[in-house]
């Protein structure tokens, strides 16, 4: 495969022998995990846009469609090494005044950054901002299940991943990004900066001419 090419593929992921994520219905059951709230299918990959660990995306570009292979990706090449200066510090009262409850273990978000709570008391709160696989050596079994050449599923493909929501129109050589999402009761906008970054993915791998917003 070559760099700028989408594909689809399917993978299972493991970690210590335990699989943290997949995309095949028939290896889910056969693990004996609850798939019923989720629909398993291919992902769609734009190889040289960061879409997936390195290690993954550099063993997929020797490879063809319909091939598949078993991979040990050390972690450097996955989600990095643990980093103890991603590990921060913050007064539990700074919390208190948003109305944001902290419990250990779960997850939270602060200045919009994910990370997890991992101690509370003498009221300060640590949260561990590390990526959750850090510091893990991972397995994959991996097949390209078809490459992607159409340019509606292209551009769709790209919103998909940097967006997560939203739905795409097309007319002629246009494509209009339809964005109407509200969360808590308050609709949100699309920055210009990201407006700019997914206008230029779109236009630079799709024979598109023109990308709009619809908010």
Same mark, same amino acid.
């Given at each position: 495969?070559?760099?700028?090419?989408?594909?689809?593929?399917?993978?299972?992921?493991?970690?210590?022998?335990?699989?943290?994520?997949?995309?095949?219905?028939?290896?889910?059951?056969?693990?004996?995990?609850?798939?019923?709230?989720?629909?398993?299918?291919?992902?769609?990959?734009?190889?040289?846009?960061?879409? +997936? +660990?390195?290690?993954?995306?550099?063993?997929?570009?020797?490879?063809?469609?319909?091939?598949?292979?078993?991979?040990?990706?050390?972690?450097?090449?996955?989600y990095g090494k643990r980093d103890s200066d991603n590990i921060e510090t913050f007064p539990e009262s700074a919390f208190?005044?948003?109305?944001?409850?902290?419990?250990?273990?779960?997850? +939270?978000?602060?200045?919009?950054?994910?990370?997890?709570?991992?101690?509370?008391?003498?009221?300060?709160?640590?949260?561990?901002?590390?990526?959750?696989?850090?510091?893990?050596?991972?397995?994959?079994?991996?097949? +390209?299940?078809?490459?992607?050449?159409?340019?509606?599923?292209?551009?769709?493909?790209?919103?998909?991943?940097?967006?997560?929501?939203?739905?795409?129109?097309?007319?002629?050589?246009?494509?209009?990004?339809?964005?109407?999402?509200?969360?808590?009761?308050?609709?949100?906008?699309?920055?210009?900066?990201?407006?700019?970054?997914?206008?230029?993915?779109?236009?630079?791998?799709?024979?598109?001419?023109?990308?709009?917003?619809?908010?």
């Amino acid at each position: 495969m070559e760099t700028g090419e989408m594909i689809e593929i399917d993978y299972v992921g493991k970690t210590d022998g335990e699989i943290f994520d997949l995309t095949v219905q028939e290896k889910a059951e056969e693990a004996g995990l609850d798939t019923s709230n989720i629909e398993l299918e291919p992902m769609k990959v734009l190889l040289g846009e960061n879409y +997936i +660990i390195p290690g993954l995306e550099d063993a997929l570009m020797d490879m063809e469609v319909g091939e598949e292979k078993e991979l040990e990706i050390e972690a450097e090449e996955a989600y990095g090494k643990r980093d103890s200066d991603n590990i921060e510090t913050f007064p539990e009262s700074a919390f208190e005044e948003q109305n944001v409850r902290v419990r250990q273990g779960e997850d +939270i978000m602060v200045g919009g950054r994910r990370g997890k709570v991992v101690s509370k008391g003498s009221g300060r709160v640590r949260v561990d901002f590390n990526h959750p696989l850090a510091g893990k050596d991972l397995e994959y079994w991996v097949k +390209i299940v078809s490459k992607v050449e159409d340019d509606e599923e292209i551009a769709q493909g790209i919103v998909d991943h940097r967006l997560g929501h939203g739905s795409l129109e097309f007319e002629g050589d246009t494509v209009t990004v339809v964005h109407k999402h509200e969360h808590d009761g308050h609709s949100h906008s699309l920055s210009d900066e990201f407006k700019d970054r997914l206008s230029e993915e779109i236009l630079e791998h799709t024979e598109f001419e023109e990308v709009e917003f619809d908010e």
